[in-house]
C-alpha cells in the first residue's frame, strides 16, 4: 500500500510579524519559502551521485565558475520564490498579506468593507518559476474599490487529502474568507 505524506510547516516570522502589529485573533494561511528549500534538498540527495561520478567532468570545463553559476542560479530562485510566497491572515474586520522574505518584506490589509471580491487562480504561463524549482504557481486577486492586486503563494496548496505541506490548504482559505460574506470566485481546478 502507498502513503502520502503531510506537512504542518509554518512561518514563525509570520507570527513574529504579527505578534508585534496585531492583538485580534487571527487564523492564519501559511505559505512558507520552506517548501521551495525543501523541494532542492530533495534533488540535490538525488543529484549527490551523478555530481559525484562526473565531478572531474565538471572541474575540467568549469573549475570555480561552476560555484559562482550555481550561487547566482540560486540567488535568482531564492528572490523569485520569496517573491511568490504570500501568507495569508484573517481576522474580524481584515484579510492581512504578509510576506516575511527579504527583500520584500511587506504587510498589507484589507478591511473586507473595502473588498468587492477575491479570485484563486493559477498562473499557467509562468515558465519562469518552473526554471527555477517553483512547481505551484497559485494566486489570489483581491479586487478592491481603488483597483487590484495579486498576491501570490506557491508554498500554499490545494486540498489533497493527507498530502499537503501545510496543516490549512487554499480550500480552507476560500471556506474561511466565505464566511465573511466576501464574493469568492474559484478558477482552480
Given amino acids: 500500500m502507498l502513503y502520502g505524506f ?3 510547516l509554518k512561518d514563525r516570522r509570520v507570527d513574529k510579524i504579527l505578534r508585534n502589529k496585531e492583538n485580534q485573533k487571527n ?3 501559511y505559505s512558507p519559502i520552506l517548501t521551495w528549500v525543501i523541494f532542492w534538498f530533495i534533488l540535490f540527495c538525488i543529484a549527490i551521485p551523478i555530481v559525484f561520478f562526473s565531478w572531474q567532468l565538471i572541474w575540467h570545463y568549469l573549475g570555480y565558475y561552476f560555484f559562482i553559476i550555481l550561487g547566482v542560479y540560486f540567488g535568482i530562485g531564492y528572490l523569485i520564490a520569496s517573491k511568490l510566497n ?3 491572515v484573517l481576522n474580524e474586520e481584515n484579510l ?3 510576506n516575511p522574505n527579504f527583500p520584500w518584506n511587506r504587510v498589507q490589509y484589507f478591511k473586507f468593507n473595502d473588498i468587492l471580491k477575491i479570485e484563486f487562480k493559477e498562473n499557467k504561463q509562468h515558465f519562469l518559476a518552473i526554471i527555477f524549482g517553483i512547481v505551484e504557481r497559485n494566486y489570489i486577486e483581491v479586487f478592491t474599490k481603488k483597483g487590484e492586486s495579486r498576491f501570490y503563494c506557491s508554498g500554499l496548496s490545494i486540498d489533497c487529502f493527507d498530502e499537503n505541506w ?3 490548504t487554499l480550500d480552507d482559505f476560500k471556506f474561511e474568507l466565505q464566511k465573511t460574506g466576501v464574493e ?3 478558477y482552480l481546478d
Fill in 86 to 88: 504570500n501568507s495569508f
Fill in 27 to 29: 487564523q492564519i494561511f
Fill in 6 to 8: 503531510s506537512m504542518n
Fill in 96 to 98: 492581512i498579506i504578509v
Fill in 166 to 168: 501545510t496543516e490549512k
Fill in 184 to 186: 469568492i470566485q474559484w
